[in-house]
């Protein structure tokens, strides 16, 4: 895992070059952005729902419920209502040339990269499921779910406004993550000092992630959005 994400990081350092620099004004972009942010997230608020109790069959039909809710509203699941790249696409409009779409990823192209994130964060978190839950694992997908809702934002507005990702705003929501400056604040860090011995739910699955993990929704926010305008 950690091999892999190394080599991503070296992969995505093209990535950032290109995030800097000016995007081209795109309202089309900038939709689908926020449609896979509001995908993305809601999939992490539900895989944490179900990794804070204790696994069953239950749990685990919630969960699925959940992410096909997401799904439908997505646009890659059977639903009465057009989804939400559907909706974005529809509002192309010829004499706004900003408003075509680039003929990148379909949304179930990105439905299949959100997903292939959530499994490795599900890796990287918690390798082995607590038999009774973790309160600590739930809370540190909430942490990532933040943190990529941060960068996809900042990668919204910047084609919103035709104008390079503003690096405030990139390393903003990647250093609120870490701690900003004081690993102690990290969201991981504090998660992790709130552990008893005595108390299973509060063990989490892994410790000392904090630097991979932020580097995984680094390369994730910039190569899902690489692949919807290429």
């Not at 895992?1 to 080599?7: S, Y």
């Not at 000016?22 to 729902?49: D, M, R």
């Amino acid at each position: 895992m950690r091999i892999i994400v190394a080599l991503a990081l070296t992969a995505a350092v093209t990535l950032a070059a290109g995030r800097a620099a000016a995007q081209p004004l795109n309202t089309c972009t900038a939709g689908k952005i926020k449609c896979v942010n509001t995908f993305t997230t809601t999939v992490f608020k539900c895989v944490a729902a179900a990794y804070k109790k204790p696994p069953s069959a239950a749990v685990q039909d919630k969960a699925q419920a959940c992410v096909r809710k997401a799904r439908q509203k997505f646009g890659t699941a059977v639903s009465p209502k057009p989804g939400c790249i559907d909706k974005v696409e529809a509002k192309e409009d010829p004499t706004k040339p900003e408003s075509i779409c680039p003929a990148g990823a379909d949304e179930y192209d990105l439905d299949e990269m959100v997903v292939l994130y959530t499994e490795s964060m599900q890796g990287e978190i918690s390798p082995v499921l607590s038999p009774v839950g973790s309160s600590c694992n739930a809370g540190k997908f909430k942490c990532v779910g933040a943190m990529v809702k941060g960068l996809l934002a900042c990668q919204e507005k910047a084609f919103k406004q035709g104008v390079g990702v503003d690096e405030s705003c990139w390393f903003g929501a990647l250093d609120k993550f870490s701690g900003n400056g004081d690993p102690a604040k990290g969201c991981f860090v504090k998660l992790e000092a709130k552990q008893k011995l005595g108390k299973l739910k509060t063990l989490c699955g892994s410790d000392g992630n904090t630097t991979v993990v932020r580097g995984m929704a680094d390369v994730f926010a910039s190569v899902v959005v690489d692949a919807i305008i290429h």
